[in-house]
């Protein structure tokens, strides 16, 4: 591989670190802003007739199936929710798919996601949930190839198993994700991730 290359490569990944924490810090955004939202309107309608405004955090571990090459990873993410005593809710997430591949290779990914998300109530303490997500991903291909930066697509869903009135578990969590602009090609990976979710207020 020539110096020019390894050059532009080593260019690229820079630009790559400043893309995943811009891009995580703007999807936390609306979620940080809906919150704020949902306060303020609580405290204008009578009590009787208001939902509560409910806002988490957690985090993950996965096991991620990248779809490009036989590659079979292991990712850790993290989340926030935003949703009222209603269905529906907000969900932003980062996805860091890095670990158990080939150092040769050195195949990995990172996704910042936000969109929708509906729940159901089974029990007091089973709670299964579907989403709908949009936002960016960044794909560095094997040896050295190159990286991109595309837009992605995420249709999702799991349950989570409530312990207490703020400790959640994250049960099973699966991910279907489309990378339309894929520079070699469509990609589509799949991963199954558990985690635990600790609601804040």
């Known amino acids: 591989m020539s110096f020019g290359h390894n ?12 893309f995943r924490a811009s891009a995580f810090l703007a999807l936390l955004a609306p979620a940080l802003l809906l919150a704020s939202a949902g306060i303020a309107r609580a405290q204008t309608i009578p009590e009787g007739n208001r939902g509560e405004l409910h806002l988490s955090a957690g985090a993950t571990g996965s096991f991620d199936s990248i779809q490009y090459g036989p590659q079979q990873m292991v990712g850790i993410g993290a989340f926030v929710d935003a949703e009222t005593t209603g269905h529906f809710g907000l969900e932003a997430e980062g996805r860091w798919i890095e670990f158990h591949q080939s150092a040769i290779e050195n195949v990995h990914a ?38 991109d930066h595309d837009l992605i697509v995420t249709a999702g869903g799991g349950m989570e198993f409530r312990a207490s009135r703020r400790i959640y578990f994250r049960v099973a969590d699966f991910e279907y994700q489309d990378w339309p602009e894929a520079h070699y090609g469509n990609l589509v990976p799949f991963n199954v991730s558990a985690g635990l979710k600790v609601r804040i207020f």
């Open 7 to 18: 050059f532009r490569f080593r260019q690229i990944q820079r630009t790559g670190i400043k």
């Open 110 to 147: 990172e996704t910042y996601s936000i969109g929708g998300r509906y729940h159901w109530v089974l029990t007091n303490h089973w709670q299964p949930y579907a989403k709908a997500l949009i936002g960016f991903g960044s794909f560095s291909y094997p040896y050295g190839y190159g990286q």
